[in-house]
């Protein structure tokens, strides 16, 4: 089956550039997905087909997907950027998140 | 507004029945993917599945095949997950969501429904 591998935890201090990788084989021939779920709240979509912002997402979020890995980048990251990120793609009809990667602003 | 509202939480014994609901509001349910998550106590998210409304075509992922049922009633916009026999694995929050656009981004979702399942 197919998979997704983020790591675990990243830390960035506050204004600083975070960079949450996402990979999986081939990954960039697949659409992407980012989801911010923080502490005790539902997933919501911060990136989708790669690099799309929905509307209310801050321009700050950004994101990419070549090769073999996806990337979401926060430019000046605030403390409120404190949470949970999974990646998402599908293979073909099955959904996959990659395990998470908790960003840490401090 | 598009939204999904889920049922309550449960707390539940191994071997009983459950089924969890999710109701769609604020747009045609019928036309959206529904798909269920799965997330166990400080874990991350599993994708349990997915139902399309308007004919009922159900899809799995592997993993929880034959394990859970998910089904959809569209005359009250509402999609199902159901068990037949818990475990104290099930133990978890699950939520609802709506598959979106033509490559398939998870938006909106629901406020998740906790199972709890113990002896």
């Known amino acids: 089956s197919y998979e997704l591998t983020q790591a675990p935890s990243v830390s960035v201090s506050p204004g600083q550039t975070a960079s949450i990788s996402c990979s999986g084989d081939?990954?960039?021939?697949?659409?992407v997905c980012w989801y911010q779920q923080r502490p005790g709240q539902s997933p919501v979509v911060v990136m989708y087909?790669?690099?799309k912002r929905p509307s209310g997402i801050p321009e700050r979020f950004s994101g990419s997907n070549s090769g073999n890995t996806a990337t979401l980048t926060i430019s000046g990251t605030q403390p409120m950027d404190e949470a949970d990120y999974y990646c998402?793609?599908?293979?073909?009809?099955?959904?996959?998140f990659g395990g998470g990667t908790k960003l840490t602003v401090l | 507004e598009v939204q999904l509202e889920q049922s309550g939480a449960e707390v539940k014994k191994p071997g009983q029945s459950l089924k969890i609901s999710c109701r769609g509001s604020?747009?045609?349910?019928?036309?959206?993917?529904i798909a269920w998550v799965r997330q166990m106590p400080g874990k991350g998210l599993e994708w349990m599945g997915i139902v399309y409304p308007g004919d009922s075509d159900t899809r799995y992922n592997p993993s929880f095949k034959g394990q859970v049922t998910i089904s959809v009633d569209t005359s009250i916009n509402a999609a199902y997950l159901q068990w037949n026999s818990l475990r104290v694995s099930d133990t978890a929050k699950y939520y609802c969501a709506t598959r979106t656009g033509d490559h398939g981004w998870f938006d909106p979702w629901g406020q998740g429904t906790l199972v709890t399942v113990s002896s």
């Open positions: 998402q793609a599908w293979d073909p009809t099955t959904a996959v």
């Open positions: 604020g747009y045609i349910f019928r036309n959206y993917w």
């Open positions: 087909e790669d690099d």
């Open positions: 081939q990954l960039g021939e697949k659409y």
